[in-house]
């Protein structure tokens, strides 16, 4: 028990050590992806830690720290992705760069069926 206090501890101190990268305006795709999937990772830690305690014996089940640290930086990444995706021509600051589009998959449903979709934006304007 005292172990896994400890650790959540750890986690709460790291969170509070490194707020202002956060904040920070991301200048590239890669690093807000990094960020994205390490809060998420952090996030799903303390999810994990906290289920813990409604376990018997907590101290048996510290691979759910793990677990949720996992799925965690998977969720995380996920969403950096989304947000950093990128159009054909994006218009930033009275910049225009032409790059190669986000392809992204949906699933449309139709009647009681499901249909693939793909799609990319053309053009991304921030104003």
């Known amino acids: 028990m005292k172990r ?4 959540v501890l750890l986690l709460l101190m790291l969170v509070s050590l ?4 956060a904040e920070a305006r991301r200048e590239n795709a890669m690093e807000e992806v990094l960020i994205d999937g ?3 990772g ?4 303390l999810v994990g830690a906290a289920f813990m305690a409604f376990k018997e014996n907590p101290g048996d089940h510290l ?3 793990a677990i949720g640290a996992g799925v965690g930086v998977i969720a995380g990444t ?3 992705i989304g947000r950093a995706a990128r ?5 930033e600051d009275g910049r225009l760069t ?3 589009p986000t392809l992204r998959f949906d699933l449309e449903p139709v009647g009681n069926d499901f249909q693939p979709r793909w799609s990319a934006d053309l053009i991304r304007v921030d104003f």
Do not use: C, H, R, S
């Open 87 to 91: 159009a054909f021509a994006e218009i």
């Open 78 to 80: 996920l969403y950096g």
């Open 42 to 45: 952090l996030a799903g830690a």
């Open 18 to 21: 490194v707020p202002g990268v």
């Open 4 to 7: 896994a206090i400890g650790t």
């Open 63 to 65: 691979d759910d720290i």
């Open 98 to 100: 032409v790059q190669m």
């Open 38 to 40: 390490f809060y998420g």
